[in-house]
């Protein structure tokens, strides 16, 4: 018998089948903490970031798409944004995990803070290249012309040779997208 693909798996497992979770369980957890603990350096997190991961897999509503991503990208996306609340959370409360697992009370003793903005950064990065490729082509054009070369709107128009108000209208409408697509990053990077 063959092995259930990993999206039919995902659907089963929204029916309820607990079958169909222990395989996929069986497939991804390794994947799953090993990814969470080279990004954090600490297993007790690395572990609950995992569980957490996996009750969110039973317990979620949302849809996974195939044509969008490898089941292995989307999954790896919830974990580090399950692991991005968790770290942010603990920032908060003042305690930050260093980089072999201590424990760092006082935030101005933090040398794990530099490598934590940069793989805060990192992932920022890449939720907004996943993001962009949701846009269509003429919106995704304007936000790269915008954010990236830094042009105006009237320099976009005449690069784009559309009506300025169009322009403005596809910016528009490509932020939103781009906020509702990233809503964990609201407050940016310093959130």
């Known amino acids: 018998m063959n092995p259930l693909d990993d999206a039919t798996l995902f659907e089963k497992?929204?029916?309820?089948?607990?079958?169909?979770?222990?395989?996929?369980?069986?497939?991804?957890?390794?994947?799953?903490?090993?990814?969470?603990?080279r990004s954090c350096n600490d297993t007790d997190l690395a572990s609950e970031v995992t569980q957490d991961v996996f009750v969110r897999l039973w317990t979620t509503e949302a849809r996974y798409q195939a044509e969008r991503s490898q089941f292995r990208t989307w999954l790896l996306?919830?974990?580090?944004?399950?692991?991005?609340?968790?770290?942010?959370?603990?920032?908060?409360?003042?305690?930050?995990v260093g980089i072999h697992g201590n424990v760092v009370e006082d935030p101005e003793l933090?040398?794990?803070?530099?490598?934590?903005?940069?793989?805060?950064?990192?992932?920022?990065?890449?939720d907004v290249e996943a993001a962009l490729q949701?846009?269509?082509?003429?919106?995704?054009?304007?936000?790269?012309l915008a954010y990236f070369r830094q042009m105006t709107l009237s320099e976009i128009a005449k690069e784009l040779n559309r009506p300025i108000g169009t322009v403005k209208t596809?910016?528009?409408?490509?932020?939103k997208v781009l906020r509702e697509a990233?809503?964990?990053?609201?407050?940016g990077l310093e959130g």
């Open 77 to 96: 996306t919830i974990t580090r944004r399950i692991l991005y609340d968790k770290l942010r959370w603990r920032e908060r409360q003042g305690v930050v």
């Open 170 to 175: 596809r910016l528009h409408r490509a932020l």
């Open 134 to 144: 949701s846009l269509h082509i003429e919106e995704r054009t304007v936000v790269e």
């Open 13 to 37: 497992i929204q029916q309820g089948d607990a079958g169909a979770f222990e395989a996929l369980y069986d497939r991804y957890s390794r994947v799953v903490y090993s990814f969470a603990l």
């Open 110 to 126: 933090l040398p794990h803070s530099e490598t934590q903005r940069v793989t805060f950064a990192q992932w920022f990065r890449e």
């Open 182 to 187: 990233m809503p964990e990053w609201k407050g």
